[in-house]
């Protein structure tokens, strides 16, 4: 069985830092892209960034670019965003999200979430 | 960016036949997923490449069209398709969701 579990979120003040796991399980993480998608309270779904399962090729939303940095390590089935400079903008439940194939651009599955709340 | 525009709401009866639109504002050719979100969950997939179900949705469920106009169809809807549907497109970088439509059942 598939799974993915999120961890690392919590309250952050503006302009710091925070980063946020994505234990995969019941798949071979090597083969897969795996991305970042999140959703602000009550809104809707907005993708964050993706990785390829060799960590090649790397894409950004304009909205994070230069502050989020996508990484993996496929020793440890485990996919990381380091987030900087975070705004207020950035609060959103963070879900990991697994490609169908490589590179295909779409989710077929998710983790449940981790919340990450910034405020003063 | 690629913006996909959906009805904000739906509300239908049990039974009956419900068609979700998801309209690109540039072609994504065949490109587009649909997902549904119950409330306090994660999203699911259920439809890939605008016609393929998903394994183990039902296929009540079922998606069309291509370039800039897609529909999500459930035939028939039952009380536990309550939820928020959202497209997704894949061809133009970056990848970008529908606002979602959230289904009421009556």
Redesign the interface.
């Given at each position: 069985e598939v799974q993915l579990v999120e961890s690392g979120g919590g309250l952050v003040q503006p302009g710091r830092s925070l980063k946020l796991s994505c234990l995969a399980s019941g798949f071979t993480f090597s083969n897969y892209g795996m991305n970042w998608i999140r959703q602000a309270p009550g809104k809707g779904l907005e993708w964050v960034a993706s990785i390829s399962s060799s960590s090649s090729y790397i894409y950004y939303a304009d909205t994070v670019k230069g502050r989020f940095t996508i990484s993996r390590d496929n020793a440890k089935n485990t996919l990381y965003l380091q987030m900087t400079s975070l705004r207020s903008e950035d609060t959103a439940l963070y879900y990991c999200a697994r490609e169908y194939y490589s590179g295909d651009g779409w989710f077929a599955y998710w983790g449940q979430g981790t919340l990450v709340t910034v405020s003063s | 960016d690629t913006v996909l525009t959906q009805s904000p709401a739906l509300a239908v009866s049990p039974g009956e036949r419900v068609t979700i639109s998801c309209r690109a504002s540039e072609s994504v050719s065949t490109?587009m997923?649909w997902?549904q979100?119950k409330p306090g969950q994660?999203?699911?997939?259920l439809i890939?490449?605008a016609s393929n179900l998903?394994s183990g949705v039902p296929a009540r469920f079922s998606g069309s069209g291509s370039g800039t106009d897609f529909t999500l169809t459930i035939d028939p809807v039952e009380a536990d398709d309550t939820a928020t549907y959202?497209c997704?497109q894949?061809w133009n970088?970056?990848?970008?969701?529908?606002?979602?439509t959230k289904l009421e059942i009556k």
């Amino acid at each position: 069985e598939v799974q993915l579990v999120e961890s690392g979120g919590g309250l952050v003040q503006p302009g710091r830092s925070l980063k946020l796991s994505c234990l995969a399980s019941g798949f071979t993480f090597s083969n897969y892209g795996m991305n970042w998608i999140r959703q602000a309270p009550g809104k809707g779904l907005e993708w964050v960034a993706s990785i390829s399962s060799s960590s090649s090729y790397i894409y950004y939303a304009d909205t994070v670019k230069g502050r989020f940095t996508i990484s993996r390590d496929n020793a440890k089935n485990t996919l990381y965003l380091q987030m900087t400079s975070l705004r207020s903008e950035d609060t959103a439940l963070y879900y990991c999200a697994r490609e169908y194939y490589s590179g295909d651009g779409w989710f077929a599955y998710w983790g449940q979430g981790t919340l990450v709340t910034v405020s003063s | 960016d690629t913006v996909l525009t959906q009805s904000p709401a739906l509300a239908v009866s049990p039974g009956e036949r419900v068609t979700i639109s998801c309209r690109a504002s540039e072609s994504v050719s065949t490109l587009m997923h649909w997902y549904q979100q119950k409330p306090g969950q994660q999203p699911t997939l259920l439809i890939y490449l605008a016609s393929n179900l998903e394994s183990g949705v039902p296929a009540r469920f079922s998606g069309s069209g291509s370039g800039t106009d897609f529909t999500l169809t459930i035939d028939p809807v039952e009380a536990d398709d309550t939820a928020t549907y959202y497209c997704q497109q894949s061809w133009n970088d970056p990848f970008t969701f529908g606002s979602g439509t959230k289904l009421e059942i009556k």
